[in-house]
């Protein structure tokens, strides 16, 4: 057995920025220590994003390193690929441990492609992960096994607690017990998941409804939760008839997504970055698609999400 990790020899640095923390010091192919746990978890709830540097990691690794924040859950676009009829470890989608999910641009004969099944080289606009269910995760590990070189493929975090806490008043009053309902059609570039008709109206569209504003179950603080926004007909608020949604939609996205609430990630292969979806969005730069680029993620489980609407109504 490797000699497990210490809290001796941990250091947290943070990025300078809104958001993000680099994290020296600890091999996550070790054991963690109780004590060991306690501190990247307070790290975690702290900087919103952490970064692992030169990590060897098998899925199995990523699957414990899900563990220590919470546990795992399953991503929600896998029962789209198993319903559309793809099998677990056959493509470059599916992995065939049900915790992890790839993020790759390599097609079935290993070469990098523009378009797979596992949106590898495109361009992500801003997001949070699996929104679009009634329990989101609490957070996303994603490792880099092969990145491209001067390709591109950055991911960017912001900031939701600034986003909130910095949202003008009339912004603020106008979302007061709002809930949008969160798009499950689409996949995280815009695309429509295997076996799903495009949506007519507001009607067609089918996923949760989550408040505008959540409550983060571990630091008590308040955060806007947008989900992510595509074409219309698809995520709206519920409360508002389709143009004064849209409206308030595109308002609220371009304030939450502002460059003061941002810290950008430029990849190498070994990094492990490690996300809070509950205050956290998330968007990827291009990729060069004439280069590889593969990563595995796994989730963080979540909890019901806290309503700023209604707190004490949690589960
Ligand atoms: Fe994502």
Known sequence: MAQANTVDTIEVIPSGKA???????????????????????????????????????????LLAAADIFGGQQLAGSRAFFLKAGFKPGETHRVASKAGISIVSNLDKDGKPVKYTEAVGSLE?????????????????LLHARIVPVDGGGETSFNNQYLAYETLPDDLQQEIDGKHIRHDNLRNTAG????????PKSREDIEGPAHPIVRIHPVTGKRALYLGRKYEWPSSHVVELDDAASEDLLTRLWR????DRFKWTHSWIAG????????????????VDHTQPRVLHRALIKGESIISAWNPEAAA
């Open 255 to 258: 304030h939450a997504t502002q």
């Open 271 to 286: 990094d492990l970055v490690q996300w809070d979806n509950r205050c956290t969005m998330h968007q990827r730069n291009p």
């Open 19 to 61: 958001l993000g923390a680099e994290i020296r010091g600890i091999d996550l192919s070790k054991e963690t220590p109780e004590d060991v746990r306690d501190v990247l978890k307070k790290a975690w709830a702290d900087h919103l994003v952490l970064l692992f540097r030169g990590q060897k990691l098998e899925d199995e690794h």
């Open 191 to 198: 695309r429509f998941r295997p076996t799903v008709e495009p």
């Open 124 to 140: 992500l606009d801003w997001h949070t992960d699996n929104s679009y269910v009634d329990v989101p995760p609490a957070g996303s």
